[in-house]
């Protein structure tokens, strides 16, 4: 497996390979759900190319950058391991060189959810993946459905700036007790961790709901929030039953729907989501 550190590296790298390129963009820390993308891309493409990157432009001024966990070393080793082809592993100064100021300006759809809450976050997203598409040149891309308005971001980038690569999306893959993976699970004390099986449990709970009939997305929504309430270290950011496509809110429960949540579980920030379709 190719460590490749800078820029050049990786276009030298890109430039020697024949047939078809997996990119699956990371920002370290992996655990299961980026494994079963790099695994998807292996089946899939002649070459696999993951990156390691904490991105500092989707990052707000009050968010975890500083903090945000990273394992290099652990993260080589498990992608070594999987079989990836190569590992793209900037520093800051290598993606963002001194003075460069362009960014992507998403537009209506990263405004909603996640974008409500964290502004400026979809920029600093599609801008440093549109970036890592150009360096990498991949024919397929690989994101988890945990992340759903990024990856209705990415699509919708894709589309409107002719960005000649095929989006994939893999299911959230999660722990036994329902949990959807994420590397900021590592955050969570034991307590806490109890604590954060009231997303998945909410979900759970629209989704019963609405296969026994209720259409009414204000009842789903706060049938939701009673729930996560009964759980005191739960606070809750958002709870949304929205158009699967455009992401905004539904007046009636329709299909495909993407019905997603941020809780606040202590001072760790999840999200998680499900698609009825
Ligand atoms: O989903 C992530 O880990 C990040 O948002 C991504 C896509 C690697 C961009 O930094």
Avoid: W
């Avoid at 990836?84 to 100064?93: D, I, M, R, T, W």
Wanted: hydrophobic content about 45%; aromatic content about 6%.
């Amino acid at each position: 497996m190719r460590v490749l550190k800078t820029i050049g590296e990786l276009r030298d790298y890109r430039g020697g390979l024949k047939g078809s390129v997996g990119l699956v963009p990371t920002m370290g820390f992996l655990h299961e759900g980026h494994l079963s993308l790099v695994r998807r891309s292996i089946i899939e493409c002649d070459h696999t190319v993951v990156s390691i990157f904490v991105n500092p432009t989707q990052f707000g001024p009050a968010e975890d950058f500083n903090n945000y966990p990273r394992d290099t070393e652990r993260d080589l080793g498990l992608l070594e391991s999987a079989g990836a082809n190569a590992v793209f592993l900037p520093g800051v100064e290598e993606m963002y060189a001194p003075g460069a100021d362009t960014l992507v300006l998403p537009g209506r759809i990263a405004d909603r959810l996640e974008g409500a809450v964290r502004p400026g976050h979809f920029k600093g997203v599609a801008t440093v993946v549109l970036k890592l598409f150009n360096l990498a040149q991949p024919h397929r891309a690989y994101f988890g459905q945990k992340d759903a308005q990024q990856v209705a971001v990415i699509r919708k980038m894709v589309a409107d700036l002719n960005v000649p690569v095929e989006v994939v999306v893999m299911p959230t893959v999660r722990e036994a007790d329902g949990l959807a993976m994420s590397s900021r699970n590592s955050y969570l004390t034991t307590e806490e961790r109890q604590a954060a099986t009231v997303l998945y449990r909410s979900l759970r709970l629209a989704e019963d709901l609405i296969a026994a009939g209720e259409r009414d997305p204000v009842i789903v929504r706060q049938r939701m929030i009673d729930l996560i309430n009964t759980e005191p270290l739960a606070s809750i950011d958002y709870v949304s039953v929205a158009d699967a496509s455009s992401l905004e809110e539904l007046t009636f429960v329709a299909k495909p729907a993407l019905i997603s949540l941020a809780v606040r579980i202590g001072r760790t920030r999840l999200i998680d989501n499900i698609i009825l379709s």
